[in-house]
């Protein structure tokens, strides 16, 4: 068994059952690199309070910047055995320095260690992950250009609504994604790193120490592993030590704002499997990004979108787990709390590998603008344009809405197109209805540029 950060009191071995079932190492191992900056900057104010000497200060500072060169090249190996990856950590210190590795854990708890590095891991993750979301912006924003001229059918309850640009039904998804970031960067921007919260109470240095910067962990030439880490990197004193090893309203909110992206995501993907089918054929997808069937040869099936469609539930348990996790957990630290890294690592990967995949396939959509051209055929989309028509003509409102609803279903009834009937018929809706005018209303751009309310 590997040595662990405590145990002092006990003169039993834990059971390895209670090892293995206790053990987070297999997934908190994501928090190394964060982990590592943390015990960086504790060592740097373990010196400034005297409890570290230089020589010791400087020896623990050059093994862990050793470490973190060896987790940026791929070359660490956290040891399995191990409880979490903050004890592998600390017992590859003790391995390399002796004892002057065991100073490291004076005014620090493995409470304050881990909500430390799980915030650090969230500042930076999100960074990358609006990155990426930019990304697929930028994909939706080349076929927004590509087809800037397409109008295609809106729909409303999945039915016929009204002629729309396509560069605003996209539009529309672009603009979730905006907000997505936005507010990831808010989220992002509200998490305070702090230290000096030990495992509950507080630690006897001052709090000067904790809310000075980290200036000095930067300027130092030998740093510069952890330069991406500026920005984020201010730290402040704790002010209130019980709060901080007891919140986890960051993971919370991150996850609810991955699960939002994940939906966002699942509704643009369920757009393009519909437009997909020969029903609609308004859309290709490129064969790169389908798959066929064991079964029948002629298959071509977006599995790609279905799995992004799938993986929202995904997304949603995972804000639900925590959500239960944390509803009844008494002050402060419990080892509930565990259980929210799982679902916060998992939510960031699923959404990352989402991105990724549907900005490389929106790039690769080709639309049938020959089958969306004769769907604006249906007279149905106008029939909105056509109440506008008798209202200018001083018809009211409800009274045009009545008439032309029963010009519509005359035209379904009788299998006649409206704009196929003659005048006479028309008269015998409404007086005002001239068929020279309106079928001239029967147009698509037409239609989308009478919406004046739009600023484009």
């Keep these: 068994m590997a040595k662990k950060l405590w145990g002092g009191r006990f003169d039993k071995e834990t059971d390895p059952l209670v090892e293995k079932f206790t053990r987070s190492i297999q997934f908190d191992h994501k928090l190394a690199l964060y982990d590592v900056a943390g015990s960086i900057i504790h060592v740097g104010i373990l010196a400034k309070a005297k409890y570290l000497s230089i020589s010791e200060s400087e020896s623990l500072t050059t093994e862990l910047l050793n470490i973190s060169n060896e987790i940026r ?37 493995r409470n304050d260690q881990v909500v430390f590095a799980t915030k650090l891991y969230c500042k ?19 076929l927004i250009i590509e087809n800037n001229e397409i109008i295609m059918p809106g729909f409303t309850h999945m039915q016929h609504a009204q002629p729309v640009y396509l560069k605003d039904y996209l539009g529309t998804y672009k603009k979730m994604l905006i907000r997505d970031i936005e507010r990831l960067e808010y989220i992002s921007n509200n998490i305070k790193i702090t230290m000096g919260a030990g495992a509950l109470a507080g630690t006897p240095i001052s709090s000067e120490e904790y809310s000075k910067t980290v200036d000095d962990f930067f300027n130092n030439p030998q740093d510069a592993t952890f330069k991406q880490f500026k920005e984020l990197f201010q730290i402040e004193p704790t002010a ?17 704002a991955l699960s ?5 995501l699942s509704r643009l993907s369920e757009d393009l499997i519909i437009w997909s089918t020969q029903e609609f054929d308004f859309v290709e997808i490129d064969e790169a990004f389908c798959t066929g069937s064991s079964l029948m040869p002629q298959k071509k099936n977006p599995d790609v979108l279905e799995l992004i469609r799938g993986y ?10 925590v959500l239960t996790m944390m509803k009844g957990l008494p002050l402060t630290y ?11 690592f998992n939510s960031f990967e699923i959404v990352s590998s989402e991105l990724k995949v549907l900005a490389g396939l929106i790039k690769t959509l080709k639309f049938n603008k020959a089958k969306i051209e004769a769907c604006l055929e249906d007279e149905s989309l106008y029939a909105t344009d056509l109440v506008y028509y008798l209202v200018d003509r001083k018809v009211p409102f409800k009274q045009a809405h009545t008439i032309i609803g029963e010009l519509i279903k005359y035209s379904i009834s009788s299998g006649k197109k409206i704009k196929e009937m003659s005048e006479e018929k028309l008269k015998e809706f409404s007086e005002f209805l001239k068929k020279e005018d309106i079928i001239k209303l029967f147009d698509p751009k037409k239609s989308v540029e009478s919406k004046l309310s739009i600023k484009r």
């Design 260 to 264: 939002i992206v994940a939906m966002h």
């Design 124 to 142: 930076v993750t999100t960074i990358d992950l609006q990155m990426e979301i930019r990304a697929l912006v930028s994909s939706i924003d080349g």
């Design 312 to 321: 929202a539930g995904r997304l949603n348990g995972n804000l639900v787990s």
């Design 240 to 256: 209130n030590s019980l709060d901080s090893v007891s919140d986890r309203d960051f993971v919370i909110e991150i996850i609810s």
């Design 73 to 109: 090249n791929g070359n660490f190996k956290e040891d399995p055995n191990c409880e979490d990856i903050h004890t592998s950590i600390q017992n590859l210190l003790e391995s390399k320095l002796g004892d002057v590795a065991l100073k490291l854990h004076m005014a620090r708890s």
């Design 334 to 344: 419990n080892r509930d709390m565990q259980l929210d890294k799982e679902p916060l």
